[in-house]
């Protein structure tokens, strides 16, 4: 049986080259300009172009074509996915420096089941908190876990607390799936995360969520130190942690999503 890949959809191949006309230049572009270039019937493009402006990639002023708002937030995302983490380096190193505990990025794997780190930055102290890059955790009891659960849409979150096996790490670990609800939902208030002996005993993370152009959360930084170290800061360290976050947010080009009292 012949396994070479298929050929893209013909339509597909349309969207994108009307995509890349409009790119290459800000002043628009006409129907006709369109067709021409593309040398397919009117009819045809027009419904591509209805539909691309309906989706708000494309925006139609005074018979002109140019590109929309949703095809920007797509290059903008494409770029920070290129750049990051490593943009966000000179604010880690920042943060290591102002709290003295390791610093991490972590963001949800593949099958959004867990965290993982993709960058990080140790403590100078003997004693810290130790993790590795591609390293993960659970969601439901690490704080970077639980800021990327809790910036999830709601059907999302709550199919997760359903079917997760929720496994005592600790003598600590929460495992009641109504109190996680009711945490998750603290976090997205707060806007930050703090797990004390969740994940790993004698280890309590903060963590703030990072946003991308849409107002989507793509990834958390977190810190995390021996519990005895941090217990008598922890307020003072979650406004560092939040104020880390936005500041990565504000580099990426990312937006905070607008309030909607979601969980």
Avoid at 39 to 66: C, D, T
Avoid at 94 to 121: F, H, N, Q, W
Avoid at 172 to 189: F, G, K, P, Q, S
Wanted: charged share 25%; proline share 6%.
């Amino acid at each position: 049986m012949d396994s070479s890949p298929l050929p893209p959809p013909r339509s597909v191949e349309r969207v994108l080259e009307i995509l890349m006309l409009l790119s290459a230049g800000a002043e628009g572009q006409t129907l006709a300009q369109l067709g021409q270039a593309m040398r397919i019937p009117k009819s045809s493009l027009l419904n591509l172009l209805r539909a691309l402006v309906l989706s708000g990639h494309v925006m139609h002023h005074e018979g002109l074509y140019h590109l929309g708002p949703r095809a920007f937030e797509l290059a903008s995302g494409i770029l920070a996915r290129r750049r990051f983490p490593e943009v966000a380096r000179p604010i880690l190193k920042r943060l290591v420096e102002i709290s003295g505990e390791t610093a991490l990025i972590g963001v949800l794997t593949d099958d959004g089941e867990e965290v993982t780190y993709i960058d990080k930055m140790e403590s100078p102290k003997a004693l810290r908190f130790a993790a590795t890059i591609g390293h993960r955790r659970p969601l439901y009891c690490s704080s970077s876990g639980r800021v990327l659960l809790a910036y999830q849409p709601a059907a999302r979150i709550d199919a997760y607390i359903r079917r997760v096996k929720l496994v005592r790490l600790t003598e600590h670990t929460m495992i009641d799936r109504r109190r996680l609800r009711d945490e998750i939902a603290a976090v997205r208030r707060a806007g930050v995360s703090v797990t004390v002996d969740q994940a790993t005993e004698g280890v309590t993370g903060f963590a703030a969520p990072i946003f991308n152009a849409a107002g989507a959360v793509m990834a958390s930084v977190v810190f995390a130190a021996p519990s005895v170290r941090v217990e008598e800061r922890i307020e003072a360290l979650c406004r560092l942690a939040r104020q880390m976050g936005a500041e990565i947010t504000a580099v990426m080009g990312g937006v905070p999503p607008a309030s909607d009292g979601s969980a």
